[in-house]
């Protein structure tokens, strides 16, 4: 049974720092792709960022240049520094992990089939 458990949620000031991690576990390869989505009360989920294989990452406009999503694929994390964070960053964070798709990876939350339960990030103003 696959298994993504994100930690690292919590409150803040806005301006100040989080950093989420993803602990992959009932896998037998790492190499796909992998994503963090966002959904905020009373808002659509959408995609923060996602990562393939090679490091390549796409990113959500709104977070460019604060946020930056790496991995760790020797130890089965995902992981997103969120820096100069925004009352607007509020919202469920989830990770996901595409099937087997390692490269072209997908925007949609629907192409994901593995997704954790979430972790909340609160930023205050």
């Known amino acids: 049974q696959v298994l993504l458990v994100e930690s690292g949620g919590g409150s803040v000031q806005a301006g100040g720092s989080l950093r989420l991690s993803c602990a992959v576990s009932g896998v037998l390869y790492s190499r796909v792709c992998m994503g963090w989505f966002r959904q905020a009360p009373g808002k659509e989920r959408e995609m923060v960022a996602i990562?393939?294989?090679?490091?390549?990452?796409s990113y959500a406009d709104s977070v460019k240049g604060r946020f930056t999503i790496s991995r760790d694929d020797a130890k089965n994390t995902l992981y997103l520094q969120m820096n100069s964070l925004k009352s607007d960053d509020t919202a469920m964070y989830y990770c996901?992990?595409?099937?087997?798709?390692?490269?072209?990876?997908?925007?949609?939350?629907?192409?994901?089939?593995?997704r954790g339960q979430g972790t909340q990030v609160t930023v205050s103003s």
């Open positions: 990562i393939d294989t090679d490091g390549g990452a």
């Open positions: 996901t992990r595409d099937r087997f798709r390692g490269r072209g990876c997908g925007g949609s939350w629907d192409e994901y089939l593995y």
